[in-house]
């Protein structure tokens, strides 16, 4: 099976920010990252590294693939 290098991360951010009424500036306080980081997450405009991914999930208390999902682009 051969995978394509190709697809996008999505993730849900934006919603488990607002479902805790946390306000972005509090994200990134709490995670140690810029405003802007957290705009271009949720814009889906930015990838974290693996290790702000995980500190996301632990912040919101999901699992990472509750956050993060990556999407394989079809094959034509």
């Keep these: 099976m051969k995978l394509k290098s190709s697809g996008e991360i999505k993730n849900r951010l934006a919603v488990l920010r ?6 972005q ?3 990134a306080e709490m995670l140690g990252v ?3 980081t957290i705009v271009s997450l ?3 405009k930015y990838n974290p590294s693996l290790k ?5 999930a632990v912040l919101f208390e999901k699992e990472i693939t509750d956050v993060f999902q990556y999407v394989r682009e079809e094959e034509e």
């Design 18 to 23: 607002a479902e805790k009424k946390w306000s």
């Design 25 to 27: 500036k509090e994200v």
């Design 34 to 36: 810029s405003r802007q």
């Design 42 to 44: 949720e814009k889906n």
């Design 52 to 56: 702000l991914a995980f500190e996301i």
